[in-house]
């Protein structure tokens, strides 16, 4: 029934919707419907047409407006006005900013010393255009150095790309139809949400479902199975895997003798893991490996969504390439549901040199900074700076190093050295911009143009601002194109808008772009199953259980358990082993300062198994001290069925300045790197932990 009080009022404006992507670093990509009434975003959707999204958002997204229209949003340039580090800012103009940016800027260039100014910058947003286009071509022209982009997934992407010649695999919709899904270093519940749509089909339709993880996560809770190994120690188990296949003769022998190469010499190195040695190795049953191998052998199709929790260890490299052995191994691949899937983001042709234009480099070779050592590049290391100078300006945007980086200690350190020239683009004024000498407000999704590839499936999604930017807040592209504009940089790229910048990251008949307009996402055509009949992108054209590429750079052609640089057992000090893993309501450090959310988490946390508690004398709920030759973290302890005995669990990634004690997990965590792809090694790390005192010092 219609009041009269509706009726007398105004007809309410008339709304509309706009069509986007999630810029968020997570594998689902999902297309986005925004309302938006008297240019105000009134509501934000998961879009019902696109099926992988099939109009269902997670938690976090759902809250994208609260956190668009967050009061604590950065709104305008502001300039450091405090000592480094403070957080204490006073407002200037985008002319003032951007003429002081570019002069310290130009400085560096004009005293030929353009290496000693490093970009720093992640997947805060995963379009082409705000996170790998202007930015790359201003820092190409600049002669800047250049950036080692390897905080989350090279060592697994560099695994997978010498066994199966890229980041490719199964797509993730046939995940429905499969009988048997290894769900190997995921929590698919937290990050991978629209891939657990799929796994639930075929568990109704009568699959199995095994989660090999450390931590009994909520998808463990949802499993049949749950392999609860020891961080770093997945190597192993897919070894003895390959043993029983082996010795038990579930194999495809057709496939490998037509597929596979290397094969006489992987049986070899299988043969000497028989499941007694990697059960020691794991710390879970033999009897659980012979029975998960029986499985892998037995059941078609079998189906393996790998994620990157697992290469977060010094052997994540060849722990990704062993387990990317096994289904050539059964020859799962003939079937689209049976596979694996770590990645899906080289079945994307993007046209990288037209968005970052390398050619800009014009012959120089800057040196490279890795990202995941940077609290030892900006305090000095030699080896971090690669012989180069020291870093004199950071140039920091989609991304937050103070929290998210190893060894956050001496990040900080980094950041807050005083001759250091530190420019931060962010939407809030995070760890990181607490150390901006410039923080440059930046837009959110709804208020720019963007154009997305995914990692989980095999879309190409437009993003278009829905609304207006927030008080001054600018694109990121918008800011290097200025600045370029500045420093007399006169190419004609450096005038591409965002818009054509959305267009350059394609080639022309590259993607269906008509139907990318029209209803915001277009299907790249890909085969149903890619390796079928072999075809892989590698040298070969073979599934490389040898290769030939790492054995000529003096390393191990077979894959290998490489320990973890921290072994249990290997330190008495500090006897168990920290793992971070994403808590399912943030992304990264992204949503910490979203209340709604942070209130769900609550305060940071260990969990701990009721053993490892007991007995140092830990209840749940007490307040406790993290600690390792690296530093200390204080949190809360919760003593928790998820943990394992001797396995912790800090989730991430907090904002330090939202702890207890200015620290996050990464205080713990450090900077040597894994045995493929230079990677960071977060969940390599030994610790142990003591009772402290609330607020006070340690008991
Ligand atoms: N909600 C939410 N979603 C996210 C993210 C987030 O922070 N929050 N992060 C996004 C990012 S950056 C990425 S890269 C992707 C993928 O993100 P991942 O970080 O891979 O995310 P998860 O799948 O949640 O977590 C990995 C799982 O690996 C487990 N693990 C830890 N060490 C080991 C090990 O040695 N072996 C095995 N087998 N398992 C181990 C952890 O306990 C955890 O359950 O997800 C994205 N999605
Ligand atoms: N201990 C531990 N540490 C980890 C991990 C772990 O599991 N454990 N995971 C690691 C992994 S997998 C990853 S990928 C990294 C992630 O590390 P980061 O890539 O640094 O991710 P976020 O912490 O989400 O920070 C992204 C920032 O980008 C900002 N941003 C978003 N969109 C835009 C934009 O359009 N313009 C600008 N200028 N800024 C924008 C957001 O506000 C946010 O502050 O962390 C790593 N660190
Ligand atoms: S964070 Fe992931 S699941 Fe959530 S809306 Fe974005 S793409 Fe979808
Ligand atoms: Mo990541």
């Known amino acids: 029934m219609v009041s009269a009080a509706v009726v007398s009022s105004p007809p309410p404006a008339p709304s509309h919707t706009v069509l986007g992507a999630c810029p968020h670093d997570c594998p689902d990509t999902c297309a986005l419907v925004t309302t938006v009434q008297d240019g105000v975003a009134v509501k934000l959707q998961g879009n019902p047409a696109h099926p992988h999204t099939a109009g269902v958002l997670c938690t976090k997204v759902s809250r994208y407006i609260e956190r668009s229209t967050h009061p604590e949003r950065v709104l305008y340039p502001m300039k450091r006005s405090g000592p480094k ?11 003032t900013a951007l003429d002081a940016i570019a002069t310290r800027l130009q400085d560096f260039a004009n005293s030929n010393n353009s290496a000693a100014i490093l970009p720093y910058s992640y997947a805060g947003t995963m379009g082409l255009v705000q996170g790998e286009s202007m930015d790359r071509r201003f820092f190409h022209k600049l002669g800047a150095s250049l950036l080692d982009r390897t905080i989350c997934s090279t060592a697994g992407g560099e695994g997978l790309t010498q066994t199966l010649g890229g980041k490719v695999g199964m797509r993730v919709e046939f995940f429905a139809e499969a009988k048997l899904i290894l769900i190997w270093g995921s929590n698919s519940i937290a990050s991978n949400l629209h891939f657990w749509r799929h796994a639930q089909a075929a568990k109704r339709a ?4 095994v989660c090999i993880d450390p931590r009994k996560t909520e998808t463990a809770d949802k499993c049949d199975v749950h392999v609860a190994l020891l961080p770093g120690t997945d190597g192993a188990l897919a070894l003895a895997l390959m043993h029983e ?6 194999l495809d022998h057709d496939y490998i003798a037509r597929h596979t190469l290397g094969w006489d010499a992987l049986r070899e190195r299988a043969l000497q893991w028989p499941p007694e040695r990697a059960a020691a190795v794991c710390g879970v049953p033999a009897a659980q490996i012979a029975d998960l191998a029986r499985d892998y052998g037995l059941t078609k199709p079998a189906a393996i969504r790998l994620n990157y929790g697992m290469q977060r260890v010094h052997g994540g490299g060849n722990a990704a390439r062993a387990i990317a052995c096994l289904p050539a191994l059964v020859g799962a691949w003939r079937d689209r549901a049976g596979g694996l899937l770590l990645s899906s983001s080289g079945a994307f042709p993007v046209d990288r040199a037209a968005l970052q234009r390398p050619d800009l480099l014009a012959g120089r ?3 490279t900074i890795n990202m995941s050592c940077i609290g030892d590049a900006l ?3 030699a080896q971090a700076l690669s012989g180069g100078p020291p870093v004199g300006a950071v140039v920091v945007y989609n991304s937050n190093p103070v929290a998210v980086a190893p060894e956050s200690g ?3 350190a980094g950041f807050a050295r005083d001759d250091l020239f530190t420019v931060v683009l962010e939407q809030f004024q995070t760890d990181t911009a607490d150390y901006a000498d410039y923080l440059l407000p930046a837009t959110v999704q709804i208020e720019h143009w963007d154009i997305h590839t995914s990692y989980g499936h095999t879309d190409v999604l437009l993003n278009r601002p829905a609304v207006a930017p927030r008080g001054e807040a600018r694109s990121n592209a918008w800011v290097f194109r200025e600045l370029a504009r500045r420093m007399g940089f006169d190419e004609p790229c450096f005038s591409d808008d965002d818009e054509a910048l959305c267009a350059a990251a394609f080639a022309p008949g590259a993607i269906d772009v008509a139907q990318m307009h029209a209803q915001g996402f277009t299907t790249l055509r890909l085969p149903d199953a890619p390796f079928a009949d072999g075809n892989f992108p590698t040298p070969s054209g073979r599934c490389e259980f040898f290769s030939a590429r ?4 003096g390393m191990d052609g077979l894959p290998n358990h490489v320990p973890n640089h921290e072994a249990v057992g290997s330190s008495t000090a500090f006897p168990l082993a920290m793992i971070s893993p994403p ?3 943030f992304l990264n450090s992204t949503f910490v300062n979203v209340t709604s959310l942070r209130a769900i988490e609550g305060e940071p946390l260990l969990e701990i198994h009721a053993d490892d508690a007991a007995a140092r004398g830990i209840v749940d709920g007490a307040m406790v001290r993290v600690f390792n030759q690296r530093g200390e973290h204080r949190c809360r302890a919760e003593v928790s069925r998820r943990a394992r005995p001797g396995v912790v669990h800090g989730l991430g990634i907090w904002w330090r300045k939202l702890g207890f004690d200015g620290t996050n997990v990464n205080q713990l965590t450090s900077q040597r790197l894994t045995d493929l792809g230079r990677g960071p090694t977060f969940y390599d790390c030994l610790v142990e932990v003591q009772p402290a005192v609330e607020g006070g010092d340690a008991a």
Do not use: M, Y
Request: proline content about 3%; cysteine-free.
């Open 379 to 381: 305090t000095g290391d």
């Open 85 to 95: 580090g403070s957080g204490q800012f006073e407002r200037v103009s985008w002319e």
């Open 206 to 209: 009568g699959a199995k479902l």
């Open 365 to 367: 070779q800057p040196r």
């Open 245 to 250: 296949l082996i010795v038990h003769d579930w």
């Open 410 to 412: 001496k990040v900080a």
């Open 550 to 553: 790492l054995a000529a750079q």
């Open 583 to 585: 808590a399912r309501n």
